[in-house]
């Protein structure tokens, strides 16, 4: 099947690039996150837009499904379509890597409403100070080392060999144990709020009300 609004299969060299992983089809949920509504746009609209907002390019990955077709257009944000999305989310990450050549990916997924473009260019500016291609910086809330995080290219490797549904915030963990002083961290308890399943859904409308 065609898709549209895929991005064909060339290379985009950025220094930074944020990549929205938004491919997965909220089982848990039971409607798919990326459309939830927030002030008459998709909650993904709104993230993009947000992302943006850092002066870096942005990249969304989407699923091939027909409902992902028409979300695309909502976006301002270039995006790629993962036609292996049902595999899970190191399907998205393959995509990213592949498809985008930077000196650094910054990783979100769509469901964390209340991130700012402030912590992401915190994430940023401290990778710059670090000096180190070496060096990630990954979030941090209620004791959880993870998304959004900001993996370099010396790591490409290791983010190709992810499979099924490890991510890059069990990629950071494992670095973290491995290689502890390249992992740094920004902490924000906002982060810890997200829609994962139903019961998620009555903060999140509380928060945009």
């Given amino acids: 099947m065609q898709i549209p609004y895929a991005i064909k299969p060339r290379v985009f060299m950025h220094k930074f690039a944020i990549c929205i992983l938004a491919a997965g089809g909220s089982k848990r949920l039971g409607t798919p996150k990326q459309q939830l509504c927030v002030r008459g746009e998709s909650l993904l609209a709104r993230q993009a837009t947000m992302a943006s907002a850092t002066g870096h390019p942005v990249y969304v990955v989407l699923n091939d499904t027909p409902e992902a077709t028409a979300l695309s257009t909502q976006l301002s944000a270039s995006v790629i379509a993962n036609t292996h999305w049902q595999q899970g989310m190191a399907s998205s990450i393959h995509r990213i890597v592949e498809q ?20 992401l260019n915190t994430m940023i500016d401290l990778w710059l100070q670090s000096g180190s291609s070496k060096t990630v910086v990954a979030s941090s809330y209620q004791d959880v080392v993870g998304v959004p995080a900001l993996i370099t290219k010396h790591y490409r490797a290791k983010l190709l060999s992810l499979t099924g549904e490890q991510g890059a915030g069990r ?6 144990k491995q290689q502890p002083n390249d992992c740094l961290q920004v902490q924000n308890e906002a982060l810890a709020f997200d829609v994962d399943v139903v019961e998620d859904l009555s903060a999140f409308t509380d928060y945009f009300q």
């Fill in 100 to 119: 985008v050549s930077a000196q650094a990916w910054l990783f979100m997924t769509v469901d964390q409403y209340r991130l700012t473009v402030a912590h």
């Fill in 171 to 176: 990629f950071i963990r494992a670095l973290k």
